[in-house]
């Protein structure tokens, strides 16, 4: 099980600054292994309550609020990241689990019983908190993302770009998924990630951007067409 806290700041930034901030970044961190030539494929199923309580949360800005998601990094994965994401403030925690490409498949069916047979205290916890909340799932996002990393301080500064999405059709493993953009394909999105302080060099970097920190929910983005004047 993956237990980590730390900060989280978000800039929307034009796409075609992304190649100089990666070369500047680079020279200091290093790239995500899964980088690739053009990052890496992230897609993610999104449950909430039947009354939307999570992107209501978002939406009027509470300050305390959560989402529960699968993740996965490509479409032919045997496993899954079973992900509980808390915002207390400006302060994120993060709690995930593994889970196997079938167990996946019964979560995207509202099944959620598998939980109470492992052994992890988050598991049991997921388990009575998404059956007592009637929690379903709503929509699938999907995006490329572009990430460098620091061991130290658990810094990560990632670039997610193209990002697509569905309410239609929510089979997480579906390598032909129907998809539709849900964000300006001139800009993308700048996640700045770290523990107790932001190291200087990084800081310089990102303020260089000139831009003013954001709250941009990828899940709440992705409902545009559910949650039409919501948002």
Known sequence: MLDVSRRELKYIIPDSSVTALAGQLSVFMRQDAHNGREGYLVRSLYFDTLNDRDFEDKVDGYDNRQKIRLRIYDTEAAEAK???????????????????????????????GFLMGRSEPLAAYLYTFMTTRCYRPKCIVEYDRLAFCLDSNETR???????????????????DLPLYPVADCCQATMEVKYDRFLYTYVKNIVSAVGQTQVSNSKYCRARTISKRGRI
Do not use: P
Not at 86 to 108: I, P, Y
Not at 162 to 171: F, G, M, Q, W, Y
């Open 82 to 112: 079973l992900e509980l994401k808390e915002k207390m403030g400006s302060a994120q925690r993060k709690r995930s689990l593994t889970v196997s490409r079938r167990e996946a498949e019964q979560m995207m069916q509202g099944n959620y």
């Open 157 to 175: 500064v990632t670039f997610d770009r193209k990002l697509r999405a569905t309410e239609a059709d929510l089979s997480l493993f579906r390598r």
